[in-house]
């Protein structure tokens, strides 16, 4: 069964930091592209960060370039984003997806507030 779960999401102060972790069952992980999703109360689902089946090419939205490092572990079928300087603005659930897999997991929220 394909399935994602995504988890360390948690309660942070502005300019904190927390790393997220994706793991995926029921399919091959390190053959696909893996993107990092969020979506904000009363906002749509957006792309913050990408990475390439072999993590050697990633891409990161402008809101986010300079502060969130997107990397993955195959051999543990996971992916992990690093956010640092948070703000605010980051506060949303956090969603990972496989391009070509049309399966979301859970979601892990975030929550920047002093």
């Known amino acids: 069964q394909v399935k994602f779960v995504e988890s360390g999401g948690d309660l942070v102060q502005p300019g904190g930091s927390l790393t997220l972790s994706c793991t995926a069952f029921g399919f091959r992980f390190s053959a696909y592209d893996v993107s990092w999703y969020r979506q904000a109360p009363g906002k749509g689902r957006e792309s913050v960060a990408t990475?390439?089946?072999?993590?050697?090419?990633?891409n990161y939205a402008d809101a986010v370039k300079g502060r969130f490092t997107i990397s993955r572990d195959n051999a543990k079928n996971t992916a992990y984003l690093h956010m640092n300087n948070l703000n605010s603005e980051d506060t949303a659930m956090y969603y990972c997806l496989a391009h070509g897999i049309s399966k979301w997991g859970q979601g892990t929220q975030v929550t920047v507030s002093s």
């Open positions: 990475i390439n089946h072999s993590a050697d090419s990633t």
